[in-house]
């Protein structure tokens, strides 16, 4: 399956210091997280900031963004997306979610989660996606 995780996911990992359950969602061979440069970009400017700072370390930042490029495929957005989502800085998130023809996009973002689904993308929580992972076996 094909998902992508907004930036909150990204750093409600970090600053939970979940980064061990991130790598196993993306060592599973029925999952293929998807990002670009633009969701890169804004986990740098999100955790750059000084609330985010009060819990985590550099080494901390560094190693999540590790992960993400060793782990996700990095795509240039090919599509731009039109939606009446609430927030348009989201609209990157769903032209990622067409260019790679996403399954899921997992968000804590009302903004994004209020839509539902996108073209054929799903949106959905985090909690939703571990219990879809956990019934269709996260580890293979």
Same mark, same amino acid.
């Given at each position: ?12 990992? !970090? ?10 969602? !993306? ?9 670009c440069p633009q ?20 080494t901390d930042v ?69 219990? !879809? ?8």
């Amino acid at each position: 399956m094909k998902v992508i995780f907004d930036c909150n996911i990204w750093v409600s990992f !970090l600053i939970g210091h979940y980064l061990t359950e991130v790598r196993e969602m !993306l060592t599973s061979p029925t999952v293929e997280v998807y990002s670009c440069p633009q969701l890169m970009a804004e986990v740098v400017d999100v955790t750059g900031r000084d609330k985010i700072r009060r819990y985590v370390t550099d080494t901390d930042v560094e190693d999540l963004l590790r992960i993400i490029r060793a782990y996700c495929r990095n795509v240039e957005l090919v599509h731009k997306a039109k939606s009446a989502v609430r927030d348009p800085k989201d609209l990157y998130l769903l032209s990622l979610a067409e260019t790679v023809g996403a399954d899921y996009l997992v968000s804590g973002d009302s903004d994004l989660l209020v839509l539902g689904q996108h073209k054929n993308t799903q949106l959905i929580k985090l909690s939703d996606f571990r219990r !879809l992972t956990d019934k269709t076996g996260k580890n293979g």
